[in-house]
């Protein structure tokens, strides 16, 4: 087992070899502010998918908005400059996390209308932004 969980651990190395992405250098507190919200994005995430998993659609949607979408940017602004991700970044990896906002906050107004079908349509949408700037960029 512990040779399989090795072998996993390099695989992308062997796969993909040297990691070609953009490095995006931010000051170190930035960096744990950006870590810390990504895993609350993925908590976020899974919560909607078991939302949409149970028929809650419109719970769905409240859930989307309030923790990913446009209502959920700007949750650095109090803090010190160093500590806010958003300023360090390349523009282009702003922008993909500014179009993320959007697309949520799109898949959370249909999905408030409790409209499963094209809630579903658009669910798709909650992660492509993640997986664009997940595969362009790295901060370490």
Known sequence: ????????FLLPTVAFGEDARQLATL??????????????NLVALNEILSLMAAGKVSEAGEVAES???RSAMGKHRSKPMDARPGPHMPPAMHGLGMDG???VSEFAAVAKTGDRDKALALLP????GCVACHFSYRIR
Not at 27 to 40: C, G, I, S, T
């Open 101 to 103: 906002h959007q697309a």
């Open 1 to 8: 087992m512990r040779n399989l969980v090795f072998a996993l």
């Open 67 to 69: 923790k990913l979408g």
């Open 125 to 128: 949408n909650l992660t492509s």
């Open 27 to 40: 000051p170190p507190p930035a960096q744990e502010a950006l870590r810390e919200e990504m895993r609350d």
